[in-house]
């Protein structure tokens, strides 16, 4: 489509997104179509179950772009923070890990790094 069309894309998906998150959560477009979404004070349920809203309000409506309505649907990597993580970095590439999980599973799905509970259970 482009990349004035995927920047309209992008746009929406950012807006949609940040419709379903607390205002203490934080949004931001992380690379090319990535974004990353922090949920502070967040268990692992809570943060598949936001991720699972993301999902949903995302693949429920088209998109329109000046070159017509476009479906798009978005993979999500969940990980939370443990007594390993030293830094913002090694979260986030635990979360780019799991995202390339949910692609490798079909795409519009979620996946996480996390022992302790399964979002796609």
């Known amino acids: 489509y482009g990349h004035g069309i995927g920047d309209q894309v992008l746009k929406t998906v950012a807006q949609r997104c940040n419709g379903e998150i ?4 934080i949004i931001g477009r992380y690379g090319g179509e990535e974004f990353v979404v922090l949920l502070p004070e967040t268990s692992i349920t809570d943060a598949c179950q936001t991720a699972e809203r993301l999902l949903r309000c995302v693949e429920k409506q088209t998109i329109s772009t000046d070159r017509g309505m476009i479906p798009v649907t978005i993979s999500l990597g969940v990980a939370c923070v ?4 030293e830094d913002l970095t090694g979260l986030i590439e635990k979360a780019d890990k799991a995202m390339y999980l949910a692609k490798q599973a079909g795409r519009n799905c979620i996946k996480n790094r996390a022992d302790e509970y399964q979002c796609d259970e």
């Open 22 to 25: 607390r205002d203490i959560d």
């Open 82 to 85: 443990d007594e390993k993580d």
